[in-house]
């Protein structure tokens, strides 16, 4: 081992501005195109909701039984990824997508740091 490596973890290139601000155009463009998006799988849903009420109930009641459970249990597993979407945009986890990325690097330099003078102490 080289006596510049055990100085200390390399240290990682200047870092980007972690949230650039997007351009009024940039937002305009992502606001319609969630909107969009939102819409046409929402109609879609609703349209696959109007579609098994309607086979619910001309087919009889072992019809709804049989689809009942399933829906019931999508309708609630979306609802909470729903609230954790909620939850993760309001407590503005979605704010800085780069910091862990650079957090994740620092730390591994640290880790290999500490390994390095671990293997020269007990080589040295």
């Given at each position: ?9 390399r ?29 046409t ?9 109007i579609?098994f009420?309607a ?19 999508y309708?609630i ?5 729903f ?7 309001f ?22 740091h ?11």
């Amino acid at each position: 081992m080289s006596a510049t490596h055990l100085k200390g973890p390399r240290p990682l290139p200047p870092a980007p501005d972690a949230y650039a601000e997007p351009s009024p155009r940039a937002r305009v463009f992502l606001w319609m195109f969630s909107v969009a998006m939102i819409l046409t799988a929402g109609s879609a849903f609703v349209l696959k909701l109007i579609e098994f009420f309607a086979t619910a109930t001309r087919s009889g009641s072992d019809a709804l039984a049989s689809f009942l459970i399933p829906v019931l249990n999508y309708l609630i597993v979306a609802a909470g990824f729903f609230c954790l979407f909620l939850w993760a945009y309001f407590s503005g986890q979605f704010r800085d997508v780069e910091g862990p990325k650079l957090r994740m690097l620092e730390m591994q330099s640290e880790i290999d740091h500490q390994e390095a003078l671990r293997e020269a102490a007990t080589h040295g």
